[in-house]
C-alpha cells in the first residue's frame, strides 16, 4: 500500500527522513481491525517525529499519522481514535502510563490501510465528509478536551488562545465559538489573525500584546515564546491549559511567583478519551461545524503538506486523501 513513513530522524532537517512509497499492508492481531482509509490528516506530532522527538529510532521505518477516517471490515464508515491504551488498562486511556498513539508503537494513519484496536473505531457521523472526519481526532480532540473538560470556563467566559492558524488553534476557535465562549487568538501574522475572526474568534491580538483585561482561561500550545504572556494574561484564579510547546518547552521565566500569587490553575492536557471523540464528532455536526481545512491533496503528494506545516505556513488541517 502507499503510505508517508519516517525512514531516519533530523532535528534539523526533519524532511530529509520523510519518505512517501510502498510498505506492506498492516495486519490486524486479535481484537484489531483493518481500516480502509479515505482521508487522513497532518499534525505537528508527525513532524516531530521526524525530529525524533517522541519515537525512538529504533522503530524505524514508522508509518506516520494520527487522524483518519474510512471504512472498516464491516463496511462501517468510521473515525480512527489514535490512542492506544497498553494491554488490560481500564478508563481514562490518556491516564494509561504506557498508552502510546498511532505512529509511536504501531503504524499509524498517513496511509491506505491501518490496523487499529476495535474499540478505537468512533461511527463517523453521515454530516461529515472524509476529509472532515479526518481532521477530528488528535488536533480537534486535543482541543475539545482542553476547552471541555480542562479548563472549567462556562459560556460567556473569555478565553485566549496562543496562536491563531494551526490545527489545534482553529479548533479552540471553532469549537468555543460554537459553545458560548468568547475566543481571543495572539498570531505572529496580523492576517493569519484577522483569519481566525472570520472564523468567529471575537478578536485578534499581535503575539505579546497587553489585552484589555484579563481573560479567565488561556489555551497555550505554543510553550516558550508565549508563557510569560499567557501568566500576566490570566485573571487571578484563571486557568492555562497546557497541551504542546511548539517553540519550545524551555521559557526564558518560569513565572513561578506570578502562578502562586495569582493562584493560577497549570493544567496539563493531552488529546481525549475515545467517549470524547465520540461526543466531539456529534458536537461538531449538531453546531453545524465545518472544520478549517488548509488544504486537501492526494497522499502521493503528502511531502507538501509536510513542507507547509514545517514552514508554519498551515491555516487548519492539512489533510490527504487515498
Ligand atoms: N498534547 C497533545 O495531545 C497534543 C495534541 C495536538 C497537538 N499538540 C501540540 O500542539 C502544538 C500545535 O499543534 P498543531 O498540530 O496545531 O500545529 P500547527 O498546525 O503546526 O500549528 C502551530 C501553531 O503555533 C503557533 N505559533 C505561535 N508562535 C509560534 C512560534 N514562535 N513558533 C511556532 N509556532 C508558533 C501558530 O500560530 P500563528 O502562526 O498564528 O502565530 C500555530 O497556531 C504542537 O506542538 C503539537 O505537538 C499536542
Same mark, same amino acid.
Given at each position: 500500500m502507499l503510505a508517508v513513513s519516517a525512514v531516519s530522524q533530523s532535528a $534539523?532537517? !526533519? #524532511?530529509?527522513g520523510l519518505e512517501v512509497g510502498e510498505r506492506p499492508d498492516p495486519q490486524a492481531p486479535d481484537g484489531w481491525v483493518v481500516v480502509d482509509l479515505r482521508a487522513c490528516a497532518l499534525n505537528h506530532h508527525d513532524v516531530w517525529s521526524l525530529k525524533g522527538v517522541g519515537l !525512538?529510532? $529504533?522503530? #524505524? !521505518?514508522m508509518v506516520l499519522g494520527c487522524d483518519g477516517a474510512g471504512v472498516s471490515d464491516d463496511g462501517a464508515e468510521v473515525v480512527v481514535h489514535a490512542v492506544v491504551p497498553s494491554p488490560g488498562w481500564a478508563g $481514562?486511556?490518556? #491516564?494509561? @502510563?504506557r498508552r502510546t498513539l498511532l505512529s509511536e508503537l504501531h503504524d499509524g494513519t498517513l496511509a491506505e490501510r491501518v490496523a487499529v484496536p476495535r474499540r478505537n473505531l468512533v461511527p463517523k457521523p453521515e454530516g461529515l465528509s472524509w476529509e472532515q472526519a479526518a481532521c477530528l481526532p488528535t488536533a480537534w480532540l486535543t482541543a475539545y478536551r482542553m476547552l471541555?473538560?480542562? *479548563? /472549567?470556563v462556562a459560556p460567556g467566559s473569555t478565553v485566549l488562545v496562543q496562536? /491563531?492558524?494551526?490545527g489545534v488553534a482553529t479548533a479552540l476557535v471553532q469549537l468555543g465559538t460554537a459553545a458560548g465562549l468568547r475566543m481571543w487568538v495572539t498570531s505572529r501574522d496580523g492576517a493569519r489573525g484577522e483569519h481566525a475572526v472570520a472564523l468567529g474568534a471575537d478578536r485578534a491580538f499581535e503575539s505579546g500584546a497587553r489585552l484589555p483585561e484579563r481573560v479567565d482561561a488561556v489555551m497555550e500550545t505554543v510553550g516558550a515564546a508565549t508563557w510569560s504572556h499567557s501568566v500576566n494574561s490570566l485573571r487571578p484564579g484563571g486557568t492555562i491549559v497546557i497541551s504542546g510547546a511548539t517553540s519550545g518547552? /524551555? @521559557? *526564558?521565566?518560569?513565572?513561578l511567583t506570578k502562578i502562586f500569587f495569582k493562584q493560577l490553575r497549570v493544567v496539563g492536557s493531552t488529546m481525549g478519551t475515545r467517549d470524547e471523540l465520540e461526543r466531539l464528532a456529534r458536537f461538531v455536526v449538531d453546531a453545524g461545524i465545518e472544520p478549517l481545512v488548509d488544504s486537501v491533496r492526494p497522499l502521493a503528494q503528502a511531502r507538501e503538506g509536510f513542507t507547509r506545516m514545517v514552514a508554519g505556513s498551515v491555516e487548519g488541517k492539512v489533510v490527504f486523501t487515498t
Open positions: $534539523d532537517d !526533519p #524532511l530529509s !525512538p529510532a $529504533d522503530r #524505524l !521505518p $481514562d486511556e490518556t #491516564l494509561d @502510563p471541555f473538560t480542562n *479548563a /472549567a496562536g /491563531a492558524a494551526g518547552d /524551555a @521559557p *526564558a521565566k518560569a513565572e
